[in-house]
């Protein structure tokens, strides 16, 4: 079976990652194409994902991102037109479903927030399978149309692509970071995302409160870069790190955005989210359960070495990690034509 996969944003590179390598490994073809924004690009260099570059972001306005969406579609058409793919794979990419559409292929979308109404309307009534969290209740989904599609997994999405991961202490020294001191890890707002459009004082507040101590700050565009490097007191990666090993060597956390809440969630490193658009349900559950704080005052952000000495100094404790099998997502991922090799 020949499978196209597209990568749109940071995130979709580390979810996808395992799928991929699932894929290859059942003896499945798989081409991979990915959009340059944010870091997608360096990170399928870091993990080794060869792909075409295709499109870029067009800009955060809602005109911006129809013209971007008919753009890049198109290109993706003209791209994937007479290769014989079998079946399309994005996440949360309207791209590739449009795309795959025109070109009759069966396409699958996967997401974990519910609340992107203009690109849920895209990619879940095109798609043929839309695999979510069974966290969300199925109603969320019938007006995007995806009633009849839906194939639910359980627990988090990085508990699946994270389940091999090992964090490694070189991230400390690439970044000059003294593990004996607190760190911090920061991801800017996704100002460019169109369910996310609130000035966002409370992070404001938090990046000053942080200012001076071991805090790295991820930013999310070059205009962000530009003004935390202005602004001064922040370490800021100069190119693609391993998020994940520093995010599981850190003794906080604090997130505006959603996968690296839900990343230091499944690796048990202490989180607050400033997420200021309206929740999901996965983290609705997670705030409900305690393994997620809403931050609500910059006072509550205390700079210190957590509790478990063994998260600086070795491995996080198996215990407080929940890992899943890839080869499920994988499976269903692959509902819209039955993979005959697909994992079970």
């Known amino acids: 079976m020949r499978v196209w996969v597209d990568l ?25 194409t990915a959009r340059d924004f944010a870091q997608t690009l360096a990170l399928c260099d870091r993990f080794g994902i060869g792909h075409t570059d295709i499109g870029e972001h067009r800009g955060a306005r809602v005109a911006d991102k129809a013209r971007g969406l008919v753009a890049r579609s198109g290109a993706l058409t003209r791209w994937a037109s007479g290769r014989g793919f079998d079946l399309a794979i994005g996440h949360g990419s309207n791209d590739i479903t449009v795309a795959a559409a025109l070109l009759r292929i069966p396409c699958t979308t996967t997401f974990d927030y519910e609340w992107a109404t203009v690109q849920h309307n895209v990619n879940c009534r095109l798609a043929q399978a839309v695999v979510v969290p069974d966290a969300i209740p199925a109603e969320r989904f019938d007006r995007y149309g995806a009633r009849g599609k839906l194939h639910p997994y359980a627990g988090l999405k990085e508990e699946y692509y994270l389940a091999d991961f090992e964090p ?55 205009e962000q870069r530009a003004q935390l490097v202005e602004h001064g007191g922040f370490v800021i990666p100069k190119r693609a790190i391993d998020a994940q090993s520093l995010i599981a060597y850190a003794d906080l956390v604090v997130s505006a955005g959603g996968t690296m809440n839900r990343e230091a969630v499944a690796l048990g490193t202490p989180v607050f989210t400033v997420f200021e658009g309206r929740l999901g349900a996965v983290d609705e559950r997670l705030i409900a359960e305690g393994r997620l704080q809403r931050l609500q005052s910059p006072e509550q952000v205390l700079v210190g070495k957590r509790a478990a000495p063994e998260a600086v100094s070795g491995p996080i404790r198996a215990a407080e990690r929940i890992r899943r099998d890839p080869a499920v997502f994988t499976r269903l991922l692959c509902a819209p034509v039955r993979c005959r090799r697909a994992p079970s």
Do not use: K
């Not at 004996?180 to 409370?202: C, G």
């Open 8 to 32: 749109t944003n940071s995130p979709h590179v580390l979810v996808l990652r395992p799928v991929i390598e699932q894929l290859r490994r059942d003896g499945h073809e798989v081409q991979v």
């Open 168 to 222: 490694s202490p070189a991230v400390l020294a690439e970044l000059a970071l003294d593990p004996a001191q607190p760190i911090v890890v920061v991801r800017t707002p996704p100002a460019v995302s169109l369910y996310h459009r609130f000035d966002n004082d409370l992070f404001g507040a938090v990046l000053e409160r942080l200012r001076g101590t071991q805090a790295v700050v991820l930013p999310r565009t070059p």
